[in-house]
């Protein structure tokens, strides 16, 4: 089975950067198309970014544009997400998502909360 494991979350202050990382012991890890999701106390899982299976695409979502950055390493079968200017708001679990012909795999969240 699959396992996808996030790591890099805490707690930082406003304005700060923090950089979560996603491992994948899946030696195939490079045909995949991975996204990074969050979510927020009481809010809808949010779809912050993509990337394309060898770095060529990505897309963000507004509110993260401009102060993430995904990109991926597929020799370490790791996905990264760069996240700069935090702010309160950032605050949510955020989660490791891989994107299959017809299945997805998720990791199980790290925790992220930007606070003074």
């Known amino acids: 089975q699959v396992q996808l494991v996030e790591s890099g979350g805490g707690w930082v202050q406003p304005g700060g950067s923090l950089t979560l990382s996603c491992l994948s012991d899946a030696t195939i890890f490079g045909r995949w198309v991975m996204a990074w999701y969050r979510q927020a106390p009481g809010k809808e899982r949010e779809l912050i970014a993509t990337i394309d299976n060898i770095s060529v695409r990505t897309n963000y979502a507004d509110s993260v544009k401009g102060r993430f950055t995904i990109s991926r390493d597929n020799a370490k079968n790791t996905m990264y997400l760069k996240m700069n200017n935090l702010e309160p708001d950032d605050t949510a679990v955020y989660y490791c998502?891989?994107?299959?012909?017809?299945?997805?795999?998720w990791g199980q969240g790290t925790q992220v909360t930007v606070s003074s």
């Open positions: 998502n891989a994107k299959t012909w017809k299945l997805d795999y």
